[in-house]
């Protein structure tokens, strides 16, 4: 019997990566896919990923969490069509 893969399985990991902000270390826990997405804001912009993350840390309303607001980022980046390497596409 061959089990249809559950909703929890289809779901990636919360992977966690460390930065330092303002002189302190700390850890974001982001699923793989906005992992994905961020580093590939990163390369379009010519900055790190830890730069990309120093940006939004500075920007982000002060209640709302950093993991959020780097969500919030790769969403509206998507829908924006700021992936696109090829900009005469939509």
Sequence with gaps: MVRSPTR???LSALVKRSFSLAGHRTSVALEEEFWTALLRIARLRGQSLAAVVVAVDA?????RPLAS???VMALLASEAGSFHTDRTQP
């Design 69 to 71: 607001a780097l969500r």
């Design 8 to 10: 929890r399985t289809l």
């Design 59 to 63: 920007t982000r309303a002060p209640d």
